[in-house]
DNA sequence: CGGTGTGAAAGTTTTCACAGCG
DNA sequence: CGCTGTGAAAACTTTCACACCG
């Protein structure tokens, strides 16, 4: 492969071509994210296999990952973490700042107006939705919750561009819709239920109770080990 | 593999053995979501292709997450739904009931408190510790919020094997360490820190802005393909 | 020396394709 | 016939191991 790099990368040398593989992506916001606490704690560099000790992975891995998109690295040294991090959030598009509009006001909506985290890695709440009119008009968190056939004008106007759905499941396909309809790029959706969505529009869904799921396969199948459970034949 | 079965298979004929690749337990988890949802609309058979349709998997992966845990349907027929829905709790662990510890009782842990969602697939938030005194004490949902330093002898008594972890970033190691101690076996983790524990504790993380970064991602990169972005070589 | 970047090898997961069954 | 269960092939991901660099 041509090369003769010697200063850090320009963000504009991403590829962001070739598909990479979701679960490289998914680490990466993971090592954005130690990388934005050991910046907090004063460390300047770090290796790969630093970094991969911190999170469970091999040094391999992070460097074949990082390689997806470019070369960030100095031999005998590491990576910068502040040069790093800016490649990062080049790569996953969180240099600039996203609106998001939120359907759904009930008990979660609320609090995740309030989370903090959003704010961290540049995400706003810029507006929320609901039906309801007992909801509607009341301001939380300095959002104040608009009806949602506002919702069209309102991701116009604010140049939203993700949506997240925070409504009953039964209502969870009707928001996709509209929030489709009123031209959002990518929704995360909350709801449990796969939404039917044009291939157009990004997806990412986030079931609470399935998490607790995984986690209650994880100890029972761990228990079944530790009990000598042999392998898997169905006779006698 | 020896095998003569014509009727539907008993949970103790699972592997429960070899290591499951994580990403099948996954879909696992989507497949009875889909399921129940499907029973619920009446339905009592489905073929694997129609279950990956909605799910947007092949029919062949259905079949072969399956075929992880014992064969499940009928030949010409598909698979009965009722049937296969016990399966799956069977294998995920939620034919039994399990009791949840959840530290921190902010604004989304109290938002947790009230989510349906979890009692649905048999998860139930038994007891909420807090160390705020002005927290501690109050009832959220039906559920008293506790001082943390009850977290041991509740655990004990209420039989809680599992716990959730709902506290700022900054204490959210902390709160893991006393879960540890006091016995839990898993730890859901919503705060954004990648958590040091014990080998033997299961451990599920959800970071909630990395869902969001995950799909500005996949917007950008989408948008970057759209504009006929070529492949990424770094010299002109 | 301590570290990256990367081909090649090993390992894992998905897809294919078809025998077999009710 | 329609559909499952499953080996075998293909595709993909991770690990290894080493040239090269400052």
């Known amino acids: ?38 910046v907090a704690s004063g460390q300047q560099t770090i290796s790969s296999s630093q970094l991969g000790t911190l999170l469970g992975f091999s040094d391999a891995q992070v460097r074949k990952d990082l390689g997806f998109f470019g070369q960030f690295g100095y031999p005998g040294v590491g990576y910068r973490c502040d040069e790093l991090i800016r490649a990062m959030r080049d790569i ?22 309030g989370y903090r985290g959003f704010g961290r890695q540049n995400f706003a709440i810029a507006a929320a939705f609901d039906t309801d009119p007992a909801k ?5 968190q300095g959002i104040r919750i608009q009806h949602i056939d506002e919702l069209a004008a309102t991701v116009r106007e604010k140049g939203i561009r993700l949506g997240m759905i925070v ?30 969505l044009p291939a157009h529009v990004q997806n990412v869904g986030v079931d609470l109770a399935i998490e607790l799921e995984q986690l209650s396969f994880a100890v029972t199948s761990k228990l079944a080990r530790a009990a000598g459970e042999p392998a898997g034949a169905v006779e006698p």
């Open 1 to 38: 492969m041509t090369d003769q790099r010697t200063q850090p990368l320009q963000s504009s040398d991403l590829p962001s071509d070739a598909s990479v593989p979701k679960v490289v992506v998914s680490r990466l916001s993971l090592y954005l994210r130690e990388l934005q606490r050991l």
């Open 92 to 113: 996953l598009g969180t240099n600039h700042s996203w609106n998001v509009a939120m359907v759904g006001a009930g008990n979660l909506g609320q609090a995740l107006l």
């Open 136 to 140: 509607v008009g009341n301001v939380i």
């Open 167 to 196: 409504v009953p499941v039964e209502r969870a396909q009707e928001a996709a819709d509209r929030l489709v309809a009123a031209g959002v790029e990518g929704i995360v959706n909350f709801a449990p239920v796969t939404l039917v």
